[in-house]
């Protein structure tokens, strides 16, 4: 059943959805997108609330045994229950001006703080990337170097023609690159798509 069960959905559903795609039938159509729209709901708030219960377990257990860096896991639990309890509280939920001023201000403060570090760790790998080891990398150097100095004012003062050659590259060699990422792209969806519509993928059910 464990097996049965979810595949069984994955294939109604699958099917159920090919089918108002393919049948243009107005009635179908409204009632298909209404109802896969509530269990999208449905589904995502139910996994939202088993990560949150999965999370508190694994981080309220850490503190308990006071594993190493437990006072994170302390302040993550309190911050969350925090930010939980202002939304139940107050009348206007996630819009009161108190749930909005902490995650305005710490929330999005926190998540802009961690971008700002990855910031290194990308110019680390991109330095690694460009380092001209042979006429690949030759290529992607020189393309990128032409991209920056075409969109900076140095790259204006030194010539004139370079925002029209980093024009070029981008709707050229730019468009092909990206139009071909998405076709490879969208094959491989339907190939997984097809694999967990007939049940040959079964990594949704962690096997």
Wanted: charged fraction near 15%; glycine fraction near 8%.
């Amino acid at each position: 059943m464990r097996r049965t069960l979810p595949i069984a959905i994955t294939m109604t559903v699958g099917f159920i959805v090919m089918f108002r795609d393919i049948f243009d039938i107005p009635e179908v159509a409204s009632w298909v997108t209404k109802y896969i729209a509530m269990g999208n709901t449905l589904s995502s708030n139910a996994a939202a609330a088993l990560g949150f219960i999965v999370l508190t377990r694994l981080h309220f257990r850490r503190i308990i045994s006071r594993r190493n860096d437990w006072k994170y896991s302390a302040t993550l639990l309190s911050c969350a229950a925090a930010m939980l309890l202002m939304g139940l509280i107050f009348e206007r939920g996630q819009d009161a001006p108190v749930y909005q001023f902490f995650y305005q201000n710490i929330a999005i403060r926190s998540g802009e703080m961690v971008f700002a570090m990855l910031a290194y760790f990308v110019a680390s790998a991109a330095y690694r990337a460009f380092r001209v080891r042979n006429i690949e990398a030759t290529l992607l150097l020189t393309t990128a170097i032409l991209v920056m100095l075409g969109g900076i004012t140095v790259g204006n003062a030194i010539w004139s023609g370079m925002p029209d050659v980093k024009a070029w590259i981008m709707n050229n060699l730019g468009t092909a690159t990206t139009r071909a990422l998405g076709f490879g792209t969208t094959l491989g969806a339907l190939s997984q798509s097809a694999r967990n519509l007939f049940g040959l993928e079964r990594g949704y059910m962690s096997e």
